[in-house]
């Protein structure tokens, strides 16, 4: 009688840890299951509304929008992404600020035939927006490159070779 006892608590004990390590891996799957569909709703929405996050550097959504906008790869000298947007309304704006080297520097003049501009004296700094990542007093002393299409659209790029930093900004009127 007592070998049946101990069999059964042994049979019981068993089958408890089984179904708590059951529990256990239901629960992990229905959290990994959750995090995915939660990454594809945000990649979804991020299509269809981009995101910029103009108060954390190189998040996901800056990388993607860097390669949006300037249209260049992320190579390892890019690094501390900004980046806004104002697309409210019938204007848009849009602010990119980021480290790098005159070799990136170089390849984004290139690709948006940007042209070293000392006619223009206007910076457009009533569009921009005030953020501790664009010092618009640092960016008037730099070298503007520009380019426009029939004075509705611009961009405008500065480089600050002291710093190793980029400002770029695309906008339209």
């Known amino acids: 009688m007592k070998h049946i006892f101990y069999i059964l608590t042994i049979i019981f004990v068993l089958t408890f840890i089984s179904c708590d390590r059951i529990r256990n891996k239901g629960h992990e799957l229905a959290n990994k299951a959750e995090k995915k569909l939660k990454n594809k709703s945000n990649d979804i929405v991020d299509k ?3 995101r910029f996050d103009a ?4 998040t996901k959504y800056n990388k993607e929008r860097f390669k ?3 249209k260049v790869g992320l190579t390892q000298d890019i690094k501390n992404i900004y980046c806004f947007e104002d697309a409210i309304g019938i204007d848009a704006d849009y602010m990119f600020s980021f480290n790098c080297n005159t070799t ?4 984004i003049i290139n690709k948006h035939k940007l042209k070293l501009d000392k006619e223009t004296t206007d910076y457009a700094f009533g569009l921009q927006h005030d953020f501790d990542w664009w010092n618009k007093m640092k960016i008037e002393k730099l070298d503007l490159y520009s380019w ?9 790029f ?3 070779k002291a710093e190793h930093k980029a400002y770029y900004f695309e906008f339209d009127m």
Do not use: A, G, N, S
Not at 55 to 58: A, E, I, N, R, V
Not at 104 to 107: A, I, P, Y
Not at 148 to 156: D, G, I, T
């Open 55 to 58: 108060y954390q550097p190189d």
């Open 104 to 107: 990136t520097v170089k390849e």
């Open 68 to 70: 949006d906008f300037l």
């Open 148 to 156: 426009q299409r029939e004075h509705q659209y611009l961009k405008y």
């Open 158 to 160: 500065w480089y600050d």
């Open 48 to 50: 269809v509304i981009p």
